[in-house]
């Protein structure tokens, strides 16, 4: 590896980080199937495991390679490959290249399934070739290329190699008789596995090179019997009997014994056989037979127990739908079936053909049967019981896509279940089995049908006992229950009481057998309590999806099962497989994908054989040939002895920051925490700040913090998989079946923003007073270190008024080090405090005052104003009326129009030609003031009075001449306070201005001097010359080449109107949305890592999109920003009045769907990504020195809307305290009510509009508040309110479950 | 990855990775492709989810 870099190295260099991406996204994946991801990374001292290889695979080895060891590397490197896509690499895997390749080069491999080993070791060749022809890498790019710590390096033992090295974790070799690993970081069964793997693929590959790699096991013939087939060995188990003659035996052996009760109602065994014999030829009259559906829909009870009985005595398919459930749906699971038993209080479908049977009716016509139908006539009664491929039961459970899927299941594997509970639950005569379980559970079917095949009482637990702990336990003492079946959100709660009630806790462990969870990963923490709590009762797991029978696993659950709990062996007669992507076995401690088969494999989902299909494949490993497995999409791992642990959903899986990560491993680590009872996990990904969050509830007495619960982790899980937030609740919100409500907790968390989600307090003094002063200028009562600028509502504008307040405390900082640093964590790094004694003001580059009277150059603001070549250049303004709160004289201000002018050189300025060109001085002459009396003026005229004595100003500017600006002073009648008006012309005051001149005015009203205000920093002159000078000097800091290349050909024209019109016939709408809506508009914004400058954007968007009716295509608009960019580190122009604004065209592409967040945020990276934020391109059309490239950019069309957010202008808000709230306490200045709407006509009627559609969003008072300015000539009324609508209505749409309310006007000027 | 509509004696459908072996007492249909593809041509021929062995009992 060289460390200089020649033009040889110059092509390597390419080479390797054109693929760097690939080789770090690979060498995530190989640590993570060498299990080097979440597992203790401590070096240890290094373990060996070496695997032998047969003389049949050294001979092929030798025949293959002829003894080359760069062959024998292609062989081995390639047995690597696919060995870790065994260990659960789906993707492309990273191995660092060994001798006799360059040492440390990493090598990709993507092992295809479909190709043969031969193939694969032709690619595996080829890319050996690449390496060595790219070896001549340097040493930083070569640093760069992995990204993980965890590399197994794969070589050829040779004359010249020694052991591993010491930046390989692992380091696997292929020797001439042995495959070895050695390695000090992992665990010493994964290196065996590794190792073995290695040499079974060689042996298995060389002898056939014709094998797909898919069908390629890792296992050697041990391994491979252990988990194919002795893991699945269990005890023989009679599974023959039909149900109906199980139970017969029973009612003709204990006829009088009570075989169920409820409160209610009891039923001995004789009864329930007489009974359900009459239900079942009541069904059969009802034309029920063999897998004919039956559906009950009634509520758990003992009658509803005898039904069922009856349902499978009649041959039919047992059916339990949820009467409360709703009727929609409720009426799609009932469509197949033959016969629905329904009380009177169920309403069915109008349509239903299925004749309905009432379960009070067959009642009492069971129970008014002559006589008892009597176990032995049952037979004769009934004919030959269901076969043991008939269809037993249906049990709807929830599909991913929102149908309800009905799993389908069999006789012999409803038997087989019933077969397993029997022993394994002690189920027998004289013990009770608690029925809890809602019938919609497939928990329910054995707990009602098993013990009634051992002569057991199946009690039927009312809901209101299963769901109060203090009653189920009370209940499990009085009726001494055998076991007791719950999901492990239950067992918590009920663990709970029994904490907090030991005599109770007493009682049921003196007479409860068994605790069974089910239903739900049990974690290891809740199993150590309930040792603790309950010693002496067995803690029992089982496992098994609806789709196969429920259970297919279970055992037992020691105190010391560390973070995962065993799900138990395999129950007896079914099979399972934890299998890899090529359905290949994985070995134990391997996680996989459980697969189950067997018995116990349901029919499939009824009605549904696409769905069918997908989850129920061929089992290859099924003794008798087309066998079918279920695909659980559960992921698991075999312990060594033959029990499983449980991982989680397969599609709980998520991809973090290029990793998979298992949420289940994280909810695992948070439960063992010991002060959290239970935990979920969630990844919120569509707020567009990705976060892990963690649900928990605390136990009894216990109130962890999030910060302790976040270390706990860290000290178990790769940092990486640490919440972000944690989120305490009383109690998780449970699903009908008890289970954790994953979706309502999402919701849950959705609901919190992300300012609030994660408060971390300042640590500094410099921490604390940079997070008050954004808590003071974004308006919030606090704010955490780690909350970012721009999800607290913060913009760039708010970014200069932060610098500018910290400059007043002696902090210093730029405006681009808010973009940057968007946290106050990040930002009070880059951040100094000035040293004490230098507390003063912040000096200013350059004098402030009108000392530069040179003429200047325009800036490009100004320059595009005048290439419009308006009739009336002089007349293009900006006005602002005051209310000044305190009697002011004449004098008094003059004085401060004089003293403000004295501050800002532009409000002095004057625009001529000078030497052929335009250009700009500023001159000594303060602005004129003039009064106006309108104390005399009826109540109803003075408001457009007002704005006509405003618009005589307004008039009466003159760019060449002067004044550009004029302040009228407004006497109103008696009662009411005067009112001052300031008129600006437009070429030398922005919006940003505003801000300053009423903060300076209020000011010098309020003290009769400007010793309170900061100095003015750099001068808009300054600034002009200063921008013709960076593009002289530094043209190549410009993005020449984006504005050259734009694709500006999916623009949708908006009109083809000619000519955008006059202002005088604007159209003007006003969309103003309530607070509420304004609220969860930037609150959503937040949360989806968007400003609301681009989720307005992208809105609008798509309203455009919708009122043009185009499929799809791009919405060219005319943008613009505020355009103090912070350019130059000597340039101040936080306190500068002058027109900065950029305005630059932007291809908007307009999303299809307004509440896409992904279409928004595509929006929003295109708007990122503009350079300079836009100034690039104003500064290449104006002010570029070569003119062949100004024409360029001056040629792209022309935007016919504009589109310019104006945020939240501070002076809008202005109550004299200089509108940005210092914070530091002083008095009001006497401005306020500050009024634009009738500050005079600030341009001609009949000057030309710029474009045809201009939209100024903002917010004010909280409001969102859209101005629309329509030409009236080109845009027709129906067509303005059906823009304004579309647009507000994609704004709904942008809002989840926002109604937007938007009163609108229009005005005509 | 690819996959191959598969059949068994009992007329129940599913689907498997084409660069597999099939497993015994499985048969091709021909029809193979992307994985949606392949259920939706299962949606197609696959009717009744009933075994053949119990299907003509019960109809």
């Known amino acids: ?1309 | 990855m690819t996959y191959t509509v598969v059949v068994n004696d009992e007329e129940q459908y599913s689907l498997w990775p084409e660069a597999k072996t099939l497993p015994a007492g499985w048969r091709t249909t021909g029809f193979s492709g992307s994985r949606e593809e392949c259920l939706d041509h299962v949606a197609t021929v696959w009717t009744d989810i009933r075994p053949k062995s119990v299907a003509p009992a019960a109809s």
């Open chain 1, 1 to 1309: 590896m060289n460390t200089t870099t020649d033009s040889a190295g110059l092509a390597s260099r390419e080479f390797w980080l054109r693929h760097r991406d690939d080789l770090r996204a690979g060498s995530l994946a190989t640590a993570q199937a060498l299990g080097g991801g979440s597992h203790e990374t401590t070096p240890g001292a290094p373990t060996t495991a070496r695997a032998p290889l047969t003389s049949a695979t050294r001979a092929h080895l030798d025949r293959v390679t002829g003894g080359e060891p760069l062959l024998r590397w292609t062989a081995v490197a390639a047995a690597t490959g696919l060995v870790l896509r065994r260990f659960g690499a789906e993707g492309a895997v990273t191995l660092l290249a060994g001798a006799p390749l360059e040492h440390g080069l990493p090598a990709l491999l993507r092992p295809d399934p479909a190709a043969t080993f031969r193939q694969w070791l032709g690619s595996v060749r080829s890319l050996a070739a690449q390496i060595l022809e790219h070896g001549d890498v340097d040493a930083g790019t070569h640093r760069g290329l992995l990204e993980e710590d965890i590399v197994l390096t794969v070589g050829v033992d040779g004359p010249d190699t020694g052991g591993p090295t010491a930046e390989a974790a692992a380091s696997l070799r292929l020797g001439t008789a042995e495959v070895t690993v050695t390695s000090r970081l992992l665990p010493a069964a994964r290196l065996s596995a590794l190792a073995t793997g290695v040499a079974t693929v060689l042996e298995q590959g060389l002898a056939d090179p014709g094998r797909r790699l898919a069908d390629l096991g890792v296992l050697d013939e041990p391994t491979r019997h252990q988990v194919l087939t002795a893991f699945n060995e269990t005890a023989p188990l009679d599974n023959s009997r039909p149900y109906r003659e199980l139970l017969l035996a029973q009612a003709a052996q204990r006829p009088d014994a009570v075989a169920i009760h409820d409160g209610t109602d009891t039923f001995t065994y004789r009864q329930l056989c007489s009974h359900a014999t009459a239900v079942a030829l009541n069904l059969r009259a009802a034309g029920v037979g063999r897998e004919s559906q039956v559906a009950l829909v009634a509520q758990r009870s003992a009658w509803f127990l005898v039904m069922a009985v009856g349902v499978l005595f009649a041959g039919g398919v047992y059916v339990p739908l949820d009467p409360t459930m709703p009727a929609g749906r409720r009426d799609r699971l009932m469509r197949g079936a033959q016969v629905v038993v329904a009380g009177p209080e169920v309403e069915l479908p109008q349509d239903l053909d299925a004749p309905r049977l009432l379960p009070e009716h067959l009642r009492k016509e069971a129970e008014s049967t002559p006589g008892p139908h009597a176990p032995e006539t049952v037979a004769q009664l009934l004919g030959p019981p269901a076969a043991p491929t008939d269809l037993a039961y249906i049990i709807f459970t929830s599909g991913s896509t929102g149908t309800p899927k009905g799993a389908g299941v069999e006789h012999h594997s409803f038997l087989n279940l019933l077969a397993t509970r029997v022993p394994d639950y002690g189920l027998r005569p004289g013990v009770e089995v608690p029925q809890t379980a809602p019938l919609t559970f497939d928990l329910s079917i054995w707990q009602m049908f098993a013990g009634l095949t051992a002569g057991s009482t199946v009690c039927v637990v009312p809901d209101d006992v299963v769901r109060d702990p203090a009653a189920l336990a009370a209940m499990a003492v009085e009726h001494r229950f055998g076991c007791l079946a719950l999901v492990p959100t239950f067992v918590a709660v009920l663990l709970e009481h029994f904490e907090a009630a030991p005599d109770s806790a007493a009682a049921v462990r003196s007479t409860l057998g068994r605790l069974i969870a089910t239903g739900e990963p049990l974690s290891g923490e809740l199993a150590r309590r309930w040792h603790t709590v309950m010693p002496g009762v067995e803690l029992l797991n089982a496992y098994g999806p609806a789709e196969v029978a429920d259970d297919s696993t279970g055992g037992p659950v020691t105190a010391d099962e560390g973070m995962y709990t065993s799900i138990g062996k395999v129950l007896p007669n079914v099979r399972v497989h934890v299998l890899d992507a090529d359905l290949q076995p994985v070995p134990p401690g391997v996680t996989g994908q459980v697969y189950i088969g067997g018995e116990s494999v349901g029919r499939g989902y009824v009605g549904q054989p696409a769905m069918t299909a997908g989850a129920f494949l061929p089992d290859p490993f099924a003794t008798e040939p087309g066998r079918r497995m279920y695909r659980t999409g559960d992921l698991g791992r075999w312990r060594t002895d033959g029990s499983v642990e449980l991982l989680g959903r397969a599609d709980n899986q998520v991809k973090l920051r290029g990793r998979r990560v298992e949420l289940g491993e994280i909810e695992h680590a948070v439960e063992s925490h010991p002060q959290v009872a239970r935990a979920i996990v969630e990844l919120l990904k569509d707020d567009g700040l990705e976060r892990l969050v963690a649900f928990v509830t605390p136990t009894p007495g216990n109130a962890p913090t999030d910060r302790q619960i976040q270390e706990f982790v860290a000290g178990r899980l790769p940092a990486y998989m640490v919440p972000n937030e944690v989120l305490t609740l009383d109690e998780l919100p449970r699903n009908r079946n008890g289970k954790v409500d994953r979706a309502a907790l999402r919701a849950r968390a959705a609901e919190r923003t992300v300012p609030t989600a994660a408060y971390t307090a300042p640590r500094t003094s410099l921490e604390a007073d940079l997070c008050e002063l954004w808590a003071t200028v974004l308006k919030l009562e606090r704010v955490g270190v780690t909350d970012d600028f721009f999800a607290l509502g913060g913009d760039s504008i708010t970014g200069i008024r932060i610098v500018q307040a910290a400059g007043r405390r002696g902090i210093e900082l730029r405006p681009r080090h808010l973009l940057e640093h968007r946290t106050v964590q990040e930002l009070a790094a880059v951040a100094r405090r000035r040293p004490a004694g230098t507390t003063g003001r912040r000096t200013a580059p350059r004098p402030g005052t009108g000392t530069d009277s040179s003429p200047a150059p325009l800036t490009p603001a100004q320059r595009s104003f005048f290439a419009r070549r308006v009739p009336r250049p002089d007349y293009w303004n900006h006005g602002v009326l005051y209310a000044v709160r305190r009697p002011v004289t004449t004098d008094e201000a003059e004085r401060a129009v004089h003293l403000l002018a004295g501050r800002h050189p532009m409000l002095r300025a004057r625009i001529d030609s000078v030497d052929g060109a335009l250009a700009q001085t500023v001159s000594d002459v303060p602005p004129p003031l003039t009064e106006f009396d309108l104390r005399d003026v009826a109540a109803d005229e003075l408001e457009s009075r007002m704005h006509a004595s405003a618009t005589r100003l307004h008039a009466a500017l003159d760019l060449r001449a002067g004044p550009v600006c004029r302040a009228g002073l407004l006497r109103l009648p008696e009662g009411q306070h005067d009112r001052l008006v300031m008129v600006v012309h437009h070429a030398v005051v922005d919006l940003y201005s505003w801000n300053v001149i009423t903060e300076d005015l209020s000011t010098i009203l309020r003290d009769g001097g400007t010793e309170a205000l900061d100095p003015v920093g750099t001068p808009y002159t300054e600034w002009a010359r200063r921008l013709v000078e960076f593009v002289r000097d530094e043209p190549e800091r410009l993005n020449t080449e984006y504005w050259l290349t734009r694709d500006w050909s999916r623009c949708v024209p908006v009109t083809d109107a000619g000519s955008p019109g006059t202002e005088g016939n604007t159209r003007e709408h006003t969309s103003t949305f309530d607070e509420d809506f304004t609220r969860r508009f930037v609150e959503g914004t937040a949360r989806r890592g968007l400003t609301v400058y681009e989720s307005l954007l992208a809105a609008v968007g798509a309203g455009f999109r919708e009122w043009l009716g185009v499929p799809a295509g791009d919405l060219l608009v005319q943008l613009g920003g505020h355009g103090r960019e912070d350019l130059f580190d000597d340039v101040d122009l936080s306190r500068t009045v002058g027109f900065f604004n950029t305005a630059y065209p932007f291809a908007l592409p307009m999303p299809t769907d307004p509440s896409d967040v992904r279409q928004a945020r595509a929006v929003a990276e295109l708007v990122r990504n503009i350079p300079g934020r836009g100034i690039d391109h104003d500064l290449l059309r104006h002010l570029h020195p070569d003119p062949a490239l100004r024409a360029r950019i001056a040629a792209i069309p022309a935007p016919q809307v504009l589109f310019n957010y104006w945020g939240e202008p501070g002076y809008l808000h202005a109550d004299g305290d200089g509108g940005d709230g210092d914070g530091e306490g002083r008095t009001p200045g006497p401005l306020a009510d500050v009024r634009i709407d009738i500050s005079g006509d600030d341009r001609p009627a009949d000057m030309p509009r710029s474009h045809p559609i201009e939209i100024y969003p903002s917010i004010v008072d909280g409001r969102l508040r859209i101005l629309w300015r329509f030409s009236g000539e080109v845009c027709a009324a129906p067509r303005r309110s059906a823009l304004v609508a579309s647009c507000a209505e994609a704004l709904r749409a942008a809002v989840a479950d926002a109604s937007p309310r938007p009163t609108s006007e229009e005005t005509t000027r």
